[in-house]
């Protein structure tokens, strides 16, 4: 794959809600390693572009593409196949269950409720010495027996976090990793999104810009469903439209 294909465009995405747009006329490119931020005010449209990479919502128009290929109107686990993987803004582990399993889950692509309605699966054992060992890579190892309602918030984004990288995705989108979590567990999780490897090409919604912009290359700002700038991190800040939409709140 030559190294011009971004690992994802946008082209004229839009999507509207009962006839209210969320995104509109968005065009984007991110380029394969690119670690991009995505910031813009409540209600920007932000998760639901997100939305739309992954599958969970069909846009009303426009197109997406993974590594050059069009996913716009594949299901979400074809766009899992073929290298996306994602964390949503409300963490979806479920509580009643250890972290053991609903990593082993996550790994075999099935949901804890689901679970129920199937017999072991031949992979099972299997996967649940990876998932031991994912959690090890979080610092959770010891905690794997121990069920979710159990631990901490910061931790259940590590476990989150970790569960999307066992994937080895080519494209990871998550969606405000950090809001939510306290200083130290702000700092766990970004050195976490530090040490992703380049083969992973990142897209972050974030809030925290303290903490997000260390992690940033390139920045787009999102308003009203468009993007209002895009570019390098630090033209993006210095923008004078950034300053208006955001950073003047
Ligand atoms: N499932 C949905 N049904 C109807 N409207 C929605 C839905 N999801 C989002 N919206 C609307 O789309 C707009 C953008 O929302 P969202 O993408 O969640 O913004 P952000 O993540 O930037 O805060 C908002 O006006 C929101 O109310
Ligand atoms: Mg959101």
Request: neutral net charge.
């Amino acid at each position: 794959m030559s190294a011009s294909v971004p690992a994802l465009e946008i082209i004229n995405l839009r999507k509207f809600f009962g006839g209210l747009p969320a995104t509109q006329d968005v065009n984007l490119q991110v380029m394969p390693g690119e670690r991009r931020l995505i910031i813009g005010p409540n209600g920007a449209g932000k998760t639901t572009l997100f939305n739309q990479i992954t599958g969970d919502f069909l846009p009303t128009s426009g197109q997406i593409k993974l590594f050059g290929a069009d996913i716009t109107r594949m299901k979400p686990h074809e766009r899992a196949h073929m290298g996306l993987s994602r964390t949503y803004q409300i963490i979806t582990l479920f509580s009643k269950d250890t972290l053991v399993h609903n990593v082993t889950l996550g790994l075999l692509g099935l949901s804890p409720a689901r679970w129920n309605l199937f017999k072991p699966l031949d992979h099972y054992q299997e996967m649940e010495v990876e998932a031991r060992r994912v959690l090890g890579l979080v610092g959770l190892g010891s905690m794997a027996d121990r069920l979710v309602s159990e631990i901490a918030y910061g931790q259940k984004r590590r476990v989150e976090i970790a569960m999307a990288m066992a994937q080895k995705p080519k494209l990871l989108l998550l969606d405000e990793p950090l809001a939510g979590l306290s200083a130290e567990e702000r700092t766990t999780i970004k050195e976490l999104i530090a040490a992703i490897p380049r083969e992973t090409t990142l897209v972050m919604i974030e809030h925290d810009m303290d903490t997000a912009l260390d992690l940033a290359e390139t920045v787009t700002l999102l308003h009203y469903g468009k993007v209002i700038v895009d570019g390098q991190r630090d033209a993006v800040i210095a923008d004078e439209k950034t300053r208006e939409v955001y950073l003047g709140h």
